[in-house]
Nanobody, 125 residues
Framework: VQLQASGGGLVQAGDSLRISCALS????????VGWFRQAPGKEREFVAA????????FYGDSVKGRFIISRDNAQNTVYLQMHSLNSEDTAVYYC???????????????????WGQGTLVTVSS
């Protein structure tokens, strides 16, 4: 399984941006996909996740109400739509996938088996 994250860039505070994660080499529908981010000097943080075979969603407290995760099973792609961006959202965003996650592990990076290379989102204030 390979993951390709894309769509990052430089935006202004208050802007919106959508990043994508394309999965190949596996049965996409069966994979749960999560987004994590890491800012310079900070630990990796859970952002959002969406389950395979049903699509239940999960969000980190810092993005709840501003970010929306969705999946397009026909395109083998998961999207993260980000609104009301601020400087605290500046980070490298990584997508990760796994097909053995249970509900209680959806926010844990160690539960995911596959990781993409990351896409940089920079929010200028």
């Amino acid at each position: 399984v390979q993951l390709q994250a894309s769509g990052g860039g430089l935006v202004q505070a208050g802007d919106s941006l959508r990043i994508s994660c394309a999965l190949s080499g596996g049965t996409f529908r069966s994979y749960s996909v999560g987004w994590f981010r890491q800012a310079p000097g900070k630990e990796r943080e859970f952002v959002a996740a969406i389950r395979g075979n049903g699509g239940a969603t999960f969000y980190g407290d810092s993005v709840k109400g501003r970010f929306i995760i969705s999946r397009d099973n026909a395109q083998n792609t998961v999207y993260l739509q980000m609104h009301s961006l601020n400087s605290e959202d500046t980070a490298v965003y990584y997508c990760a996938a796994g097909n053995r996650l249970i509900l209680s592990t959806m926010r844990s990076g160690s539960a995911y088996d596959y990781w993409g290379q990351g896409t940089l989102v920079t929010v200028s204030s």
